[in-house]
């Protein structure tokens, strides 16, 4: 029905940046919401940002606001993440989801990707 696919990640040096791409394939209607998340490694897995294209809201972890940019590209049907100054705890596997309505909480999406990995240096 859905299926979300993560692109962009890779190694950075602490200081650089990156942007990450979620392409949704499928037509069946997967919510208004899409997320980011990170599982850094030995940690939970936790919110990054969020955009709900309903409310035209966006959300932000304390740890990523004014460095982080969720964005909508329509002609490509895709969110992409920009992470500019990206420092070593940036390290992770990033993860798009979808869902009906924006959250802070996984539970609340849907659909997965399977992550990219980034990999920030020192």
């Known amino acids: 029905q859905v299926q979300l696919e993560e692109s962009g990640g890779g190694l950075v040096q602490a200081g650089g940046s990156l942007r990450l791409s979620c392409t949704e394939f499928?037509?069946?209607?997967?919510?208004?919401?899409k997320g980011w998340f990170r599982r850094a490694p030995g940690k939970e897995r936790e919110f990054v940002a969020a955009?709900?294209?309903?409310?035209?809201?966006?959300y932000y972890a304390d740890s990523v606001k004014g460095r982080f940019t969720i964005s909508r590209d329509a002609a490509k049907n895709t969110v992409d993440l920009q992470m500019n100054n990206l420092k070593f705890e940036d390290t992770a596997v990033y993860y798009c989801?979808?869902?009906?309505?924006?959250?802070?909480?996984?539970?609340?999406?849907?659909?997965w990707g399977q992550g990219t990995q980034v990999t920030v240096s020192s």
């Open positions: 499928g037509r069946t209607f997967s919510g208004y919401a």
């Open positions: 989801a979808a869902g009906v309505v924006a959250d802070t909480d996984e539970r609340a999406y849907n659909y």
């Open positions: 955009d709900d294209r309903r409310t035209g809201a966006t």
